[in-house]
């Protein structure tokens, strides 16, 4: 009895802590969609109102947000942002597309420092490079995606990962650095897949050939 009493004051509490924070990210120039859950206030650090949300996304507790003046952070419908994750666009982009799962701990950057630079690192320059994540992806817990990657749309990412390169649609990658280990489907049933999704022959092409069989 006390569990359930428990968890529907959890559920109860979750419903206040949503409603209040979107409309505090709305009044402050954010785009958020409908139906976002927040577990609980996410931290944001420089410009909310480069930050874009759509429909029905869960942004666990402990969510870090970092995005500066010329910065842009956009995430799509139905995503799930699980606790500690931290997206760091500082002044580049992240876009982190739909029907994506980002579990714990994991770590987005835009950002590195410039180490052939003459200079110890502490006074390097920058190097800023934009990161994109397709739809349909799923991040394991405590993963690393760094600067100018792309995340092929459908693929996975082995807990633990550091991703420094891009990795095709459809892959299964592991490891630091990260690679591929396998193909989630054979190239026929790909595009069978893709076919009884409502793909257009264009961007099934596209795909296809972006996936080394």
């Known amino acids: 009895m006390k569990g359930k009493i428990y968890f529907a004051a959890y559920l109860i509490n979750q419903k206040k802590n949503s409603w209040f924070y979107k409309n505090l990210f709305r009044a402050f120039g954010a785009k958020i969609g409908h139906n976002i859950v927040f577990a609980n206030k996410p931290e944001v650090c420089g410009y909310i109102d480069n930050i874009s949300i759509g429909d029905s996304c869960f942004i666990d507790k402990n969510v870090v947000f970092v995005v500066n003046k010329e910065g842009k952070l956009k995430i799509g419908n139905n995503t799930l942002l699980s606790y500690n994750t931290i997206l760091n666009a500082g002044i580049g982009s992240i876009s982190i597309g739909s029907n994506i799962m980002i579990a714990?701990?994991?770590?987005?950057?835009?950002?590195?420092?410039?180490?052939?630079?003459?200079?110890?690192?502490?006074?390097?320059?920058?190097?800023?490079?934009?990161?994109?994540?397709?739809?349909?992806?799923?991040?394991?817990?405590?993963?690393?995606?760094l600067k100018g990657v792309t995340i092929g749309e459908g693929s996975i990412i082995g807990a633990g990962s550091v991703v420094i390169k891009d990795i095709p649609p459809y892959s299964i990658a592991v490891g630091s650095p990260c690679r591929v280990i396998k193909k989630r489907y054979d190239k026929d049933i790909l595009i069978k897949k893709l076919k009884d999704e409502g793909y257009d022959l264009k961007k099934i092409d596209n795909i296809v050939e972006s996936i080394v069989y």
């Not at 770590?107 to 739809?135: A, F, G, P």
């Open 104 to 145: 714990a701990n994991t770590y987005i950057i835009t950002n590195d420092h410039n180490v052939k630079e003459n200079l110890s690192v502490r006074n390097s320059s920058h190097i800023i490079q934009d990161v994109v994540i397709e739809d349909n992806v799923w991040i394991g817990c405590n993963c690393s995606i």
